[in-house]
């Protein structure tokens, strides 16, 4: 394939593909991790989100959601996020668990005695062991180039399986809220 032409039947043999293995690597990630997680970002004073790469645009989406729910939720780095504090969650994705910035993110917030929650697909790693909570997303992170753990490019799988995952968190949250569509819609950004 030369650059420019695009097989019209590889986007449906695609498609399979990824929905597939996003299907494969959410079901197996643990309920009762996800229902102690949904209880932490609920019980939070406030929320912070971060994440590297493609980690961290799918939490910044997942921030949009839980503003949504009326929480008071702040993006990492952002130059109006305020200091993270006792009483705060950290939500922190890595696929590997031992990206620089998630790791140190993660450091930060325990000294203060916030709490953390982290999505990895690395059990073992320094973020998880930092981490109060943890979900485990079964997924191929950057580093595995080789192809056996996703026919997807790098972390591509982790990032998806991120950004459902919290889309899924958020809908179970938004339910059990007892808020309507239109009460939410109420705090959407209308400055676009």
């Known amino acids: ?33 996800i229902e102690t997680a949904q209880r932490k970002i609920l019980a939070a004073k406030r929320v912070f989100v971060t994440g590297a790469g493609r980690s961290g645009l799918a939490l910044r989406m997942a921030a949009m959601r839980l503003m949504h729910l009326g929480l ?10 305020p200091a993270i504090a006792s009483g705060d969650l950290l939500l922190v994705a890595s696929g590997s668990g031992t990206t620089a910035g998630a790791v140190h993110a993660a450091e930060v917030a325990r000294k203060v005695g916030a709490e953390v929650l982290a999505l990895t697909a ?14 485990v997303i ?10 056996t753990a996703s ?36 705090r959407h950004a209308n400055l676009e």
């Not at 399979?16 to 959410?26: D, H, M, N, P, R």
């Not at 998880?128 to 909570?133: E, K, T, V």
């Not at 079964?138 to 192809?147: I, S, V």
């Not at 949250?173 to 939410?184: D, I, V």
């Open 72 to 81: 008071d939720v702040h993006v990492a780095g952002e130059v109006t996020a």
């Open 138 to 147: 079964p997924a191929a992170t950057k580093q595995d180039l080789n192809g």
């Open 1 to 33: 394939m030369s650059l420019g032409v695009v097989e019209t039947e590889s986007y449906s043999l695609n498609l399979a593909l990824i929905l597939g293995e996003l299907k494969q690597s959410l079901a197996a990630v643990s309920e009762s991790e």
């Open 151 to 186: 026919a997807q490019y790098a972390g591509a799988l982790f990032e998806q399986s991120v950004l459902l995952l919290t889309d899924t968190m958020f809908h179970a949250m938004w339910h059990g809220w007892g808020e309507s569509a239109e009460e939410l819609w109420k």
């Open 122 to 135: 690395a059990r073992e790693s320094k973020l998880a062991q930092l981490a109060q909570s943890l979900i």
